[in-house]
């Protein structure tokens, strides 16, 4: 099971098309450390009780701000066998003490990197920050390669915003994150929930679409050559063809709480971000198991009283496989 949590809503960055960037005058919640960790302990019984691998992905805003971030994901780790991960901007991976902890606690890191230096730091708003991420990728990368066995196996991986403007430059940017050690590169197409005045002259076209198909399958090939994954199955390509032309796929059964959960930084739980609104069950409710077990039949009540808006155009990587090549 992947849950994915947002910690956080704080961010240091200015990201044109995030809703947390940091320019924003909006609320900034940020989760209770105890809070985590008792759903942390439901979560370690869950993974003894099915023998199901259960994968913490901390997104946020920027998770690594979050001051408990280091400290909960060794308990959670150490005291359950949780597997962690997080998505991050990079802005705090030079740090020594920040690399040392992510090598001992986590099993991935994926890196938010939207193309090469000029393109991303105008993106972000963040002069240097390319360049940052790059030293601190490599130093994570080489340190990673030193433990070998011995070690706790990091996966680096590297996720891409494609735009109109930064699909020209995917395929180097790929074998630049190759150089850098990345070993997987996913990618997502850029939304309209989010920043919907930055959307319309930065989204992809029915022309860039086409140009990522074609582009995918070569550029997979050459990747593997050099020990890189490309994801993106065919169902998520065909999953932004239909965007570009602004045709809607409903989705009516996606199976909710049986393999993915999202959580909030206010402690509700859900199928998905996009149903949180709608379907979202308070997290203090599940202190066993048995309750977490029991999410899909809560989910599907649910769905039976109140449709999800989102469903009729459903948007979620998990339904259309994302890390999936």
């Known amino acids: 099971m992947i849950v994915v949590w947002r910690v956080t809503e704080l961010c240091n960055l200015a990201c044109a098309f995030c809703a947390f960037d940091r320019r924003l005058d909006r609320p900034r919640r940020v989760a209770g450390r105890e809070e985590v960790l008792a759903f942390g302990r439901v979560l370690g019984d869950y993974q003894r009780s099915t023998g199901e691998r259960v994968m913490v992905s901390w997104i ?15 308990q959670l780790q150490r005291d359950h066998g949780l597997s962690i991960s997080a998505t991050t901007n990079g802005t705090t991976l030079h740090r020594a003490n920040v690399q040392r902890q992510i090598l001992e606690t986590f099993s991935e890191l994926t890196l938010s990197v939207d193309g090469p230096a000029a393109f991303h730091d105008s993106v972000r708003g963040a002069p240097g920050n390319w360049a940052q991420l790059q030293r601190a990728t490599r130093a994570l990368a080489d340190a990673r390669d030193e433990l070998g066995v011995k070690g706790r196996p990091l996966r680096l991986r590297a996720n891409t915003v494609l735009m109109h403007n930064n699909l020209p430059m995917f395929a180097a940017l790929c074998h630049t994150l190759a150089d850098w050690g990345v070993v997987e590169i996913t990618f997502n197409q850029l939304g309209g929930r989010d920043r919907p005045e930055f959307f319309p002259s930065h ?11 074609a582009l995918v399958p070569p550029l997979r090939d050459a990747l593997a050559q050099r020990g890189v994954k490309l994801c993106g199955s065919a169902a998520y390509l065909k999953r932004i063809e239909a965007s570009v032309h602004n045709q809607r796929i409903e989705v009516t059964d996606c199976a909710p709480g049986e393999r993915f959960l999202f959580l909030d ?30 999410l ?7 769905r039976q009283h109140q449709s999800a808006l989102a469903c009729s155009d459903c948007p979620s990587t ?8």
């Open 318 to 325: 998990q339904v259309f496989p994302k890390f999936i090549a």
């Open 296 to 302: 899909p039949q809560r989910f599907a009540a649910l």
């Open 265 to 294: 930084e206010s402690g509700r739980l859900a199928p998905c971000s996009f149903s949180l609104d709608e379907w979202s069950v308070p997290m203090a409710e599940l202190s066993s198991a048995d309750d977490l077990m029991a």
């Open 203 to 213: 989204r992809l076209r029915p022309e860039d679409a086409a140009q990522l198909a």
């Open 60 to 74: 946020g805003g920027e998770p690594l701000l979050w001051p408990a971030v280091f400290e909960v994901s060794r």
